[in-house]
């Protein structure tokens, strides 16, 4: 079955960086576009990045511009958030996410945290 398993997330300063990583398993990876969302207490999920199968193109959201990059290793099954210049606005639990036959798989989340 589909599978998605987010890490890397934490505590980190204002400034701070960290990179997220999602681990795909049950479903051809490399066939499939991959986004990263997140969800902050009492605000509606909300999409930051999509990059196509080949990683031949990615797509950032307005608000995480030029702060946020999408990467993939389709070797390795993962699809990686890069997160830079981290504000405490940013503080949401992060999911990764991919549309396989019509159906939204999720993972579980990885709580990002952004406070001094």
């Known amino acids: 079955q589909v599978q998605l398993v987010e890490s890397g997330g934490g505590l980190v300063q204002p400034g701070g960086s960290l990179r997220l990583s999602c681990a795909a398993s049950g479903f051809s990876f490399s066939m499939y576009a991959m986004s990263w969302y997140r969800q902050a207490p009492g605000k509606e999920r909300e999409l930051l990045a999509t990059?196509?199968?080949?990683?031949?193109?990615?797509n950032i959201a307005d608000s995480v511009k030029g702060r946020f990059t999408i990467s993939r290793d389709n070797a390795k099954n993962t699809v990686y958030l890069q997160m830079n210049s981290l504000k405490p606005e940013d503080t949401a639990v992060y999911y990764c996410?991919?549309?396989?036959?019509?159906?939204?798989?999720w993972g579980q989340g990885t709580q990002v945290t952004v406070s001094s």
């Open positions: 990059i196509t199968r080949t990683s031949g193109s990615t």
């Open positions: 996410n991919t549309l396989v036959r019509s159906y939204a798989y």
